[in-house]
């Protein structure tokens, strides 16, 4: 049975396969070879039966049916209602969000339908109209296929996908970073004989990443990846389109837009004029009969330059960049080590962009002879070809070797997050540590699974949680947990909790779970923190802290006596003055609750130096008292 490759996009949706060695995109029944990602809801008047359509037919349906016709549903897979990313994205649409019924999830309430979807649910029927263009372009039923995501997508949006491809009917072989798949796509068609090290700076409608990687005889090894799962030509869109807001506003006095269609007709204008300024220097934007004021129809004109666009979008190139920059230092590399960079999303056909990068890389070559729409569905198709088990690998020989975009770990004493997956680690991987409880007689140990950058875990994204009960009552410390972290190829990961003394385990795959805000995660870790573990190699910490708080004492309770004897003394004054910056420095640093493993070295030199300053001081004190000293 054949594997096809999808790449189900922001904006517009693509399928490809592999046949006889070669690549072919597969064209809807247009003979277009995208489809975009629209789903649209319309009521049969003659029969009153509800009727959905996706892809050219859903998009006619936008500028008359606004309320019914739903895009951009990439930008929700995965979030919950309160998420941060989704408030902002609300006041864009035309179609309305709601809560979900089932926990923190989201919605798109339909009001012909006189019910709602979930994100999932709208993701499956663009997923399920793609299989159909398939199964009809090839001639037989096709069930098994690789789905591209953003490389950054986190773990719930990445479940998110391979829920919406269940709900359609379709077997995920393989859940595929889009970098990557543009990358395999690029050595299928050039060879990968020599090796090069290549990046992959794909922006698209609704996300960005940038990708290193190695390219060397059919193996594709991923050294790093960063993006923003929340940055991409949609951004751009929506600004010019709040340009056209305010300029009817300033020169129409046009300022009560609440009309659902007049909204999405500048929207589509926006989005319309931004790719003409793509091939052209300046475009006039026409759109008559906008709006009824006072009995008047407003017939809306305006004169758009590339200049003023690329002023808009500046800001979100200057973040994109600055990525691209930030991913080359983590792993030590400089621009100019790069042999090309590929160009995949649509909004890498902005002038600007193009542009920006070479201004950045001036001596590395922007490689354009792929086609930024339909590579990545090729390169889906290419580990589809791979993963398939009938045909043996005959036609596809290559090896790929992806990472992992996040820190992954759990929450450990009062707020701290330990990272057990290091960003960057090679997929599949598998980690284990050891914790122990954190109070006396602990009867359960909640794991808090969390993701991100920040040593402070309420800072960081929650991905699930579960429990290990009855645990055996002993003092704090005594009681040992082993944590094992595991991620698969797709990103999907899975976590055991162990208890060293019983063997009981409890294990938990994360899902897709609600988000929580920084406010409510920090309340939730000082709430439950009684109940979290710490690592069991931090009574080492724990030693070498009380020492130099024993140390502390000892000096504060010399202080009055030093200073009686050293205060005739130029030089004893500066010795006390020292060691008064060194004592509430040394307080301000125990004050730190994210004290760690990783600056185990770093407290000991401290602890040294409050040796050598209480030592010398002693030392000088006794000879100034004679016999006895302070003592």
Do not use: W
């Not at 549903?73 to 089932?102: A, C, D, W």
């Not at 543009?182 to 004989?193: D, K, N, R």
């Not at 059919?218 to 056209?244: K, R, S, W």
């Not at 659902?260 to 008559?288: F, G, H, S, W």
């Amino acid at each position: 049975m054949t594997v096809i490759g999808i790449d189900l996009g922001t904006t517009n949706s693509c399928v490809a396969v592999i046949r006889n060695n070669q690549s072919e995109v597969i064209k809807d029944a247009g003979g277009r070879n995208t489809i975009p990602s629209i789903v649209s809801f319309i009521k049969n008047e003659s029969t009153g039966d509800i009727e959905k359509s996706c892809g050219h037919a859903a998009y006619q349906q936008m500028l008359i049916n606004t309320e019914n016709t739903v895009y951009c549903i990439k930008r929700l897979m995965g979030h919950s209602f309160k998420s941060p990313v989704v408030n902002q994205l609300i006041p864009t649409l035309s179609y309305k969000i709601i809560p979900s019924e089932k926990g923190d999830g989201l919605a798109i309430n339909i009001p012909v339908c006189n019910r709602s979807f979930s994100a999932e649910e709208i993701s499956s029927f663009i997923l399920t109209e793609l299989r159909s263009t398939a199964e009809k372009y090839l001639g037989e039923t096709v069930s098994k296929a690789v789905i591209t995501v953003p490389a950054y997508f986190n773990n719930k949006q990445r479940q998110a996908t391979k829920d919406a491809a269940l709900i359609a009917g379709i077997e995920v072989l393989r859940i595929i970073n889009e970098p990557t798949s543009a990358a395999l796509a690029y050595g299928f068609s050039q060879g990968t004989e020599e090796e090069k090290l290549l990046a992959v700076f794909d922006f698209g409608g609704g996300t960005f990443d940038i990708t290193i990687m190695e390219v060397s005889k059919g193996t594709f090894n991923v050294v790093a990846t960063a993006g923003n799962t929340f940055l991409g030509g949609e951004d751009i869109t929506n600004t010019l389109f709040e340009y056209f807001l305010e300029d009817l506003a300033s020169n129409y006095g046009v300022t009560d837009l609440d009309d659902p269609l007049v909204l999405q007709r500048l929207r589509d204008y926006a989005e319309t004029t931004k790719k003409n300024l793509t091939i052209q220097t300046r475009a006039t934007v026409e759109i008559p009969y906008l709006k009824e004021v006072e009995g008047t129809f407003i017939h809306y004109k305006v004169e758009v330059t590339r200049e003023k666009i690329e002023e808009l979008a500046m800001p979100f190139v200057r973040k994109v960049i600055k990525t691209f920059e930030k991913t080359l230092k983590e792993v030590r590399l400089e621009a100019k080590a790069l042999a090309g960079i590929i160009l995949i999303g649509g909004q890498t056909r902005m002038p600007l962009i193009q542009n920006a990068l070479l201004e950045f890389t001036p001596d590395v070559p922007i490689l354009k002879n792929i086609n930024p729409d339909e590579t990545v569905a090729i390169g889906a198709a290419i580990q589809g070809k791979m993963l398939d088990d009938e045909s043996k690998n005959e036609d596809v020989d290559m090896l790929l070797l992806d990472v992992t975009p996040h820190n992954l770990g759990i929450a450990v004493g009062k707020d701290m997050f330990y990272t057990l997956i290091q960003k960057n680690s090679t997929v599949p991987t598998s980690v284990d540590d050891i914790f122990v409880t954190s109070r006396d007689n602990q009867d359960k140990a909640r794991i808090l699974l969390l993701q991100g950058n920040s040593l402070v875990a309420s800072e960081n994204e929650v991905l699930g949680e579960f429990e290990l009960d009855n645990l055996r009552p002993a003092k704090r410390g005594e009681v040992k947990i082993k944590i094992t972290y595991e991620i698969d190829m797709n990103g999907i990961v899975t976590v055991q909790a162990t208890d060293m003394d019983t063997g009981t385990s409890q294990k938990i795959t994360v899902a897709s779970t609600g988000n929580l805000t920084k406010e409510e995660l920090s309340k939730k870790i000082e709430e439950n923190s009684d109940y979290y573990l710490e690592l069991a190699e931090k009574t080492m910490i724990e030693e070498i802290v009380q020492s130099i708080e024993n140390y502390l004492y000892d000096l504060e309770k010399m202080k009055p006596k030093l200073y009686q004897i050293f205060s005739s003394s130029k030089v004893g004054v500066e010795k006390m003055d020292k060691m008064e910056i060194l004592i509430s420095g040394t307080k301000a640093y125990l004050k730190n609750d994210s004290l760690k493993l990783e600056k185990l070295q770093d407290i000991e030199t401290k602890l040294d130096t409050l040796k050598n300053t209480y030592k010398s001081l002693i030392e000088q004190s006794d000879e100034s008292m004679g016999p006895g000293g302070l003592f």
